[in-house]
């Protein structure tokens, strides 16, 4: 998108692009040229404006720190201060399309390759799962709370968990077909 473009009835905001990906796994097939990922991708295309009301902004910073840990913001000293509010921006994104790819499954190789029993015989293939796992919290150097929130306890469990299985489903999957 180019802003040199924008005319009267462009939409408003800033065009703006927003991209994320996760690696989900290694694909180790016979040849390197086949080697693969498991993952999942998404691209998002919109247009961005700064949020200017305080309600929406305090409303979109709880949203968040939520989503980082969920029922962090209450269990934080909220709400932010003057200066935290000033040095904080929030941008409001309206997406207009995007486009999102993922990759599951084993190793796919070539027919020649999975008729030649040398090959067959020495080459290991598969996948191995791979994920985020969150380690033991450990306290800050002025923490006094003798016991690690119950938020943030179940939350890693609940991450690790599911980071693990997406991971291990994702590797037994049946492999793309090849065209």
Known sequence: MNLARATPTSPPGLPICIAAAKVDGLVLTLTPNSHNYNYRSVVLYGYAELVESVEEKLWAMELITNSVVPDRWK??????????????????????????????????????????????????????????????????????????????TEYKEAVNKGNEKYAAAAASKDAPVKK
């Open 75 to 152: 269990n934080t000293r909220v709400p932010p201060n003057k200066g935290e509010m000033a040095s904080t921006q929030i941008l409001r994104v309206r997406i207009e399309s995007g486009s999102g790819k993922v990759r599951e499954g084993c190793p796919n190789d070539e027919k020649c390759d999975l008729e030649d029993e040398e090959v067959l015989g020495r080459v290991w293939t598969g996948v191995m799962p791979l994920y985020e796992r969150f380690g033991e919290p450990v306290p800050g150097p002025y923490n006094r709370v003798d016991e690690v929130p119950v938020h943030v």
